[in-house]
């Protein structure tokens, strides 16, 4: 006769104590290494960043330098203070290439000649400054012009080529003429580190010899006033029965 044997059963159907134990070690080792690279990618990022904004603070002055520099004109000013000028830290001239939308004026409602500055103040923060009308007269403040601060803007040095040598100074009232070209070097300030650039750009060098100013010469300013005749009669100097001239190419 047999006797039905008993199902054995395990003493624990759990975890032990020594594979918890490694499990948690484990765990902590694949935390503490997701996080290092947590972190790493983070400042990665936060450096990026950094130089990003720098990188577009320097794209922005030298897209206004060269827009600004492109379109000086190559006449004297009806202000003399207008007129081209710079040294190694300033420069001003008028321009037909506004460097950033400036607000119409009655005096200027569409112009788009503006005599602008690149400057710095006592404090050391240099600024672009853009003036619709300074460069018809000096009854305006120009300080009254749009200023556009640049306060990541470290330094600036200015550079001017005559044709043979690079010059720290110019002046068109004096030399009666302009630089060829006109170089500045910067440094931008970022979070992350300076970032430094040069921009060189050439000058229009020519001019209509017939045009001294930027203002056009008004062929009715100062001609005697028209004498009205009389009805019926003929004016001076028209035979009877001519039609009266027609200005040139209308018929």
């Known amino acids: 006769m047999?006797?039905?044997?008993?199902?054995?059963?395990?003493?624990?159907?759990?975890?032990?104590?020594?594979?918890?134990?490694?499990?948690?070690?484990?765990?902590?080792?694949?935390?503490?290494?997701?996080?290092?690279?947590?972190?790493?990618?983070?400042?990665?990022?936060?450096?990026?960043?950094?130089r990003?904004?720098?990188f577009m603070k320097v794209i922005f002055l030298r897209r206004t330098f060269i827009t600004a520099v492109q379109g000086i004109t190559?006449?004297?000013q009806a202000?003399?203070?207008?007129?081209?000028?710079?040294?190694?830290?300033?420069?001003?001239?008028?321009?037909?290439?506004?460097?950033?939308?400036?607000?119409?004026t009655e005096k200027a409602p569409t112009s788009q000649v503006n005599?602008?500055?690149?400057?710095?103040?006592?404090?050391g923060e240099r600024y672009i400054l853009a003036?619709?009308?300074?460069?018809?007269?000096?009854?305006?403040?120009?300080?009254?012009?749009?200023?556009?601060?640049l306060p990541n803007v470290k330094s600036w040095e200015f550079d001017y080529y005559d044709g043979s040598t690079?010059?720290?100074?110019?002046?068109?009232?004096?030399k009666r003429a302009l630089p060829r070209m006109v170089r500045v070097k910067y440094t931008i300030a970022g979070d992350t580190g300076d970032v430094d650039d040069v921009v060189t750009v050439g000058l229009r060098q020519t001019a209509d010899p017939a045009r001294k100013t930027m203002q056009q010469a008004n062929p009715f300013l100062?001609?005697?006033?028209?004498?009205?005749?009389?009805?019926?009669?003929?004016?001076?100097?028209?035979?009877?029965?001519?039609?009266?001239?027609?200005p040139g190419g209308m018929q």
């Open 2 to 50: 047999r006797v039905a044997s008993t199902p054995r059963h395990s003493a624990s159907s759990g975890f032990t104590i020594l594979e918890l134990l490694i499990a948690s070690a484990l765990l902590s080792v694949l935390l503490v290494t997701t996080w290092a690279c947590y972190a790493t990618a983070s400042r990665s990022m936060a450096s990026v960043m950094g």
């Open 52 to 54: 990003f904004d720098a």
């Open 74 to 76: 190559p006449y004297e």
């Open 79 to 104: 202000n003399p203070k207008a007129n081209f000028k710079g040294d190694g830290h300033k420069l001003s001239f008028t321009t037909l290439s506004a460097p950033f939308s400036i607000p119409s």
């Open 115 to 123: 005599w602008v500055e690149f400057g710095s103040s006592g404090a």
């Open 131 to 149: 003036h619709p009308y300074y460069f018809l007269t000096d009854t305006v403040a120009k300080e009254k012009g749009k200023k556009e601060p």
């Open 166 to 174: 690079w010059n720290s100074a110019w002046d068109f009232s004096l």
């Open 222 to 246: 100062g001609a005697p006033p028209l004498t009205p005749v009389p009805s019926g009669q003929t004016a001076p100097g028209i035979a009877a029965g001519t039609p009266p001239p027609v």
